[in-house]
């Protein structure tokens, strides 16, 4: 009794929200369709219409990410003469698989797609997915949160020209297993004595804890065991070069994972990229151009030489 009379409570609280500021009507829907047994009389005033146009990024907007493909690693001289050591990420076909809403939801999310799959190699519920929203069978699917303004339509194709050569991007991935390993490789211990009476230790751990004060081991101790295979970010990724042409994007340094791994691209959070370069939501291509003659974009890295500037 006293939870049903503290879901009624809630429920008035919300409606009176919803009555006293209008703005706030389509959280106070959502809140009311969790607590009451109503929810099938509730239906939103109007289907929000998402258009696939371009608009104005502001300071508080989040644009999507995308999913690529590492496909290894180059080195390339720029024009100064200096070696940039390069990642190479394929973005493999990105679409907009679906939307979610505040409405139905409680949040702004988009779910986007990339590569392909048979239908034969994906699961019923999966299969069942991609045919309700009307789009192809993808590999793999990733959620990216976004907010209210930078929504696209189901279908809309996202390319590499999504980020601006010169830009900063988080790039998050699964690290490379490598399997069972000691404290030396793991933690880099420096080991044991080569010489002077150490015997079959040269690489062993050491000490783990004391005597019987406390008698145990403390949880979190720095010991052999697995390595790698886990999710990391690497955070303020320099775009270096973005090939239209072939949805080819080569970035400075190492990204997590081995070749022919998913990693997940989005904006930089750190070093914000400058709001006026980046395409919002995402680049459009016009009907009339034609991608497959494209030049490869490489970022702008001024005009003083490195080499030259006085100390």
């Known amino acids: 009794m ?11 609280r919300f409606r009176a929200l919803s ?13 009311v369709r969790r607590f009451s047994a109503e929810a099938a009389l509730l239906t939103p005033d109007s289907a929000r219409v998402i258009e696939a146009a371009p608009g104005v990024m502001g300071p508080t907007s989040r644009r999507t990410g995308i999913i690529a493909v590492k496909c290894g690693m180059t080195a390339q001289w720029n024009k100064w003469g200096a070696r ?13 698989c679906q939307v979610k809403t505040v409405e139905k939801e409680g949040f702004f999310s988009l ?25 192809p069978m993808k590999r793999k699917l990733r959620e990216f949160p976004v907010t209210e303004d930078a929504l696209l339509p189901v279908g809309t194709s996202l390319g590499v020209r999504h980020f601006v050569p010169g830009q900063h991007v988080d790039i998050q991935g699964i690290t490379m297993g490598k399997g069972f390993q000691g404290g030396m490789k793991r933690w880099g211990f420096k080991g ?17 804890g004391q005597r019987d004060a406390p008698g145990k081991v403390f949880k979190g101790k720095k010991m052999a065991g ?12 320099f775009v270096y070069r973005v090939d239209p042409a072939r949805n080819l994007m080569w970035v400075r ?32 291509t016009p009907e009339d151009e034609d991608t497959t003659s494209l030049e490869p974009l490489i970022a702008d890295l001024g005009e003083v030489d490195p080499f030259m500037v006085a100390d």
């Not at 081995?258 to 919002?280: H, M, Q, R, W």
């Open 2 to 12: 006293a939870m049903s009379a503290l879901s009624r409570g809630l429920i008035s």
């Open 19 to 31: 009555i006293l500021n209008p703005t706030s009507s389509s959280c106070a829907e959502h809140w």
């Open 84 to 96: 940039v050591p390069l990642s190479v990420l394929w973005v493999d076909d990105n679409i907009v």
């Open 111 to 135: 779910q986007i797609g990339c590569g392909q799959k048979k239908e034969k190699h994906l699961t019923k519920p999966e299969v069942g997915h991609f045919r309700s929203q009307g789009v």
């Open 192 to 208: 044991m004595p080569a010489s002077h009476g150490a015997s079959l230790s040269h690489r062993s751990l050491g000490s783990t």
């Open 226 to 237: 697995r390595m790698g295979g886990k999710r990391r970010t690497v955070k303020n990724v």
């Open 253 to 284: 340094g190492q990204v997590p994972g081995a070749e022919g791994n998913f990693v997940f691209i989005k904006d930089a959070v750190y070093k914000k990229p400058d709001i006026s370069t980046l395409p919002f939501p995402t680049y459009f």
